[in-house]
């Protein structure tokens, strides 16, 4: 065979088993990077395809086996090749026919070059980055050929997989057969996180999300109306008296009598059954009261009130004194941040720059501002200035607090922000509005 031959077989045998190789390295990356969610919602469709890839992946452990001893052979391969048909070819063609030390040496440091260019880039960076970015439709044309491949050299893919689990269990090291594809909540708040810092998640869809998440971590006393905002009827009211309060304000109230505790419920549909001026008490129409702890998940009071048929539960702290009401409005409003009135934001003009009601939940100010803010024992905005001041502020005073950036904004922002809480309204002694804003000496 004349050098030119051998040359061009060589490298027309190097570029063969590199693309065996890349075969196997696309096999190794697709399959651990494909969606496995969504391949279960196609074959859940009837997919055959998806089903068979599916099945591939549930043998993690034993596919990355048979890949990676598909890409250690093909290795040895060209570097078996490479050498005897390129670097002798080389070596051949140097020194005009007439092999010399010098001409090998120079040929085979080029067939070493040349194979291990090519199998960097075409058997190993490009097949991986590809099988990344298109990982399902990789999975799914591998999936005839790897069934395959898996199946005829199972036997020795299988030794090699003990093999390697006898010396993790000699290191006291438990084998794992599969990649673990569930996420705790933690990692799904860390992810959306990330996504909306980088901007791929918007920003509604990211707070909804946070919602969710935080939902069975929250309490009724987070979610209920606190007593000094609930609205009451006396015990002592007659029907034509509540059904006159109901024309222009809620249509359930409890009834409460002179110190303060709950006798029931009454609601419109309980009025409506009674004449328009019936001077019947109250208490003759209400029905009984859900009484809920203040320290009941959230996800818990939801099921109380569905098992009892009822939309409002009204709220008793450890002293069994009513401190509030919840109902399944409040609950909802937890997750799709609908509030209620009291709680809208509103955005004074300018970047960084909010004016939020005193009882806005500190949560939400936490998702409006993205930064965590200090913990306590607190629920609302004006709890935490409170916590802050360690007494009641007045009405003007400005509160700063240093803020750590959050792990989106680290690359952006260095230094940590300062953030100023400025009363703009006292009620009750309490901050009832407040102006929040980032102090632009704190962005730098």
Same mark, same amino acid.
């Given at each position: 065979m004349s050098p030119v031959v051998s040359l061009l077989v060589g490298v027309a045998v190097v570029l063969l088993i590199t693309a065996a190789t890349a075969y196997f390295v696309a096999q190794e990356f697709a399959?651990?990077?494909?969606?496995?969610?969504?391949?279960? &919602?196609?074959a859940a469709d009837g997919d055959r395809t998806a089903q068979r890839t599916l099945d591939i992946?549930?043998?993690?452990?034993?596919? !990355?086996?048979?890949?990676?001893?598909?890409?250690?052979?093909? %290795?040895?391969?060209?570097?078996?090749?490479?050498?005897?048909?390129?670097?002798?070819?080389?070596?051949?063609?140097? &020194?005009?026919?007439? !092999?010399t030390a010098t001409a090998v040496g120079i040929g085979a440091f080029v067939a070493l070059a040349f194979s291990t260019v090519v199998q960097m880039l075409l058997g190993e960076l490009f097949p991986k980055n590809f099988a990344i970015a298109r990982s399902e439709r990789v999975a799914d044309a !591998?999936?005839?050929?790897?069934?395959?491949? !898996?199946?005829?050299?199972?036997?020795?893919?299988?030794?090699?997989?003990?093999?390697?689990?006898?010396?993790?269990?000699?290191?006291?090291?438990?084998?794992?057969?599969?990649?673990?594809?569930?996420?705790?909540?933690?990692?799904?708040?860390?992810?959306?996180?990330?996504?909306?810092?980088?901007?791929?998640?918007?920003?509604?869809?990211?707070?909804?999300?946070?919602?969710?998440?935080?939902?069975?971590?929250?309490?009724?006393?987070?979610?209920?109306?606190?007593?000094?905002?609930?609205?009451?009827?006396? @015990?002592?009211?007659?029907?034509?008296?509540?059904?006159?309060?109901?024309?222009?304000?809620?249509?359930?109230?409890?009834?409460?009598?002179?110190?303060?505790?709950?006798? %029931?419920?009454?609601?419109?549909?309980?009025?409506?059954?009674?004449?328009?001026?019936?001077?019947?008490?109250?208490?003759?129409? &209400?029905?009984?009261?859900?009484?809920?702890?203040?320290?009941?998940?959230?996800?818990?009071?939801?099921?109380?009130?569905?098992?009892? %048929?009822?939309?409002?539960?009204?709220?008793?702290?450890?002293?069994g004194t009513f401190v509030g009401i919840v109902t399944l409005e409040d609950l909802v409003e937890e997750i799709v941040g609908e509030l209620v009135d009291e709680h809208d934001v509103l955005e004074a003009p300018g970047?960084?720059?909010?004016?939020?009601?005193?009882?806005?939940?500190?949560?939400?100010?936490?998702?409006?501002?993205? @930064?965590?803010?200090?913990? %306590?024992d607190f629920e609302t905005l004006s709890g935490l200035l409170i916590h802050e001041v360690g007494d009641l502020p007045a009405e003007g005073d400005v509160i700063e607090l240093t803020l750590e950036p959050t792990l989106g904004e680290r690359v952006l922002h260095a230094e940590a922000r300062v953030v100023r809480f400025e009363i703009l309204a006292i009620e009750r002694h309490v901050p009832a509005r407040v102006r929040v804003q980032f102090d632009e000496e704190g962005d730098a």
């Open positions: 399959y651990v990077a494909v969606d496995r969610s969504r391949l279960a &919602s196609r992946t549930r043998r993690t452990s034993f596919l !990355l086996s048979g890949a990676q001893l598909g890409i250690t052979v093909t %290795g040895l391969l060209v570097g078996y090749v490479a050498e005897p048909l390129i670097g002798q070819a080389l070596g051949s063609l140097l &020194s005009g026919g007439a !092999l !591998l999936a005839p050929s790897t069934k395959a491949y !898996l199946t005829v050299l199972g036997p020795v893919i299988w030794v090699f997989d003990k093999a390697a689990e006898l010396l993790l269990r000699a290191l006291r090291i438990q084998p794992v057969h599969d990649v673990e594809s569930a996420v705790s909540a933690t990692d799904l708040e860390r992810v959306v996180a990330d996504s909306r810092a980088s901007g791929t998640l918007p920003d509604d869809i990211g707070t909804v999300i946070d919602r969710i998440l935080d939902f069975p971590r929250r309490d009724v006393e987070h979610a209920m109306v606190p007593r000094v905002r609930v609205g009451f009827v006396a @015990h002592t009211a007659s029907v034509a008296e509540v059904r006159a309060k109901m024309a222009t304000g809620h249509t359930r109230y409890p009834v409460l009598d002179r110190t303060d505790n709950v006798l %029931g419920i009454v609601q419109l549909v309980d009025v409506l059954d009674e004449p328009a001026h019936s001077t019947r008490p109250v208490t003759a129409v &209400s029905r009984d009261a859900l009484f809920l702890p203040t320290f009941m998940p959230l996800p818990d009071a939801q099921q109380q009130l569905r098992e009892y %048929g009822q939309d409002l539960a009204c709220v008793l702290d450890e002293y970047e960084d720059r909010w004016v939020m009601p005193g009882d806005t939940p500190v949560d939400e100010v936490e998702r409006r501002i993205n @930064h965590k803010l200090p913990d %306590g």
